[in-house]
C-alpha cells in the first residue's frame, strides 16, 4: 500500500512538473515575443523619424520656391507637404507612445512637438508675408537663421531618442538571449527530471507487483 502511495505521489510531482514547465514555456515565449516587438518597433520609429524631416524639408523648398516665383503650384505643394507632415506626425508620436519614448523621455519628445510646430509656424510667416506683398521681410525673415537654428535643433533630438533606442535594443538582444538560455536549461532539466519520475514510478510498480 505504501508503494502505491509513493507511485501516486511520483506521478502528482510529474504532473506538477510538467504544469510549471507549460506555464514558464508561455511566460518565455511571451516575453520573447514582447522584446522582439520592441525590437521591431526601433525601424519603425527611423522610418517615421526621416520622413518627418523629409517633409520638413520638402515644404521648405516649396515655401521657398513660392517665395521666389510666387507660382501657385509650389503653394499647392507646400499645402501638401505639410499634410503629409501632419499624417506622419500622428504616426510618429503613435510609435513614441506604443514604444514608451513619450514616458521615458518626456522632455525631448515635448520638445520635438514644440520644434516642429515652430518650423510651420516660421513656414506661414514668409507664405503670408509674400501674399501680402511684403516681399522684402519675407526675404529677411529667410536670411535670418530660425528657421536653420530649428532644424539643427529637431536633428539634434532625433539623435538623442536614436541614441536611447540604440540602448534600448541592445538591452532587448541581451533580454532575448538570456531568456532563451533559460529556456533550453529548462528544458533540458525538466525532460531529466520526467525521466526520472517515470523510472522510479516503473520500478515502484514492478516491484509493487
Do not use: H, P
Not at 518597433?41 to 522610418?47: A, G, S, T
Not at 506604443?98 to 519628445?109: F, H, P, Q, T, V
Not at 532625433?158 to 541592445?170: A, G, H, M, S, V
Request: charged letters at 25%; hydrophobic letters at 40%; aromatic letters at 12%.
Amino acid at each position: 500500500m505504501k508503494k502505491v502511495n509513493i507511485i501516486y505521489l511520483l506521478i502528482l510531482v510529474g504532473i506538477l512538473s510538467s504544469t510549471g514547465y507549460l506555464y514558464f514555456t508561455l511566460y518565455t515565449y511571451s516575453n520573447i515575443s514582447s522584446n522582439l516587438k520592441t525590437s521591431e518597433d526601433k525601424y519603425d520609429f527611423l522610418e517615421s523619424s526621416n520622413a518627418m524631416i523629409l517633409d520638413l524639408r520638402e515644404a521648405e523648398s516649396f515655401e521657398r520656391g513660392y517665395l521666389i516665383s510666387k507660382d501657385s503650384s509650389y503653394l499647392n505643394q507646400y499645402k501638401k507637404s505639410l499634410y503629409k507632415l501632419e499624417s506622419e506626425k500622428v504616426r510618429f508620436f503613435t510609435i513614441s507612445k506604443s514604444y514608451g519614448l513619450i514616458e521615458s523621455n518626456a522632455k525631448d519628445i515635448e520638445k520635438l512637438r514644440l520644434l516642429v510646430d515652430k518650423k510651420i509656424e516660421e513656414m506661414n510667416k514668409i507664405i503670408i508675408l509674400k501674399n501680402q506683398g511684403l516681399n522684402e521681410e519675407a526675404v529677411q525673415l529667410v536670411k535670418g537663421d530660425v528657421e536653420m537654428k530649428i532644424m539643427v535643433e529637431l536633428v539634434n533630438v532625433f539623435q538623442n531618442l536614436y541614441t536611447d533606442q540604440k540602448f534600448k535594443e541592445t538591452q532587448t538582444k541581451i533580454s532575448i538571449l538570456n531568456k532563451r538560455k533559460d529556456f533550453k536549461f529548462s528544458i533540458w532539466s525538466n525532460s531529466i527530471f520526467i525521466i526520472i519520475i517515470l523510472l522510479l514510478v516503473g520500478y515502484f510498480v514492478k516491484a509493487s507487483s
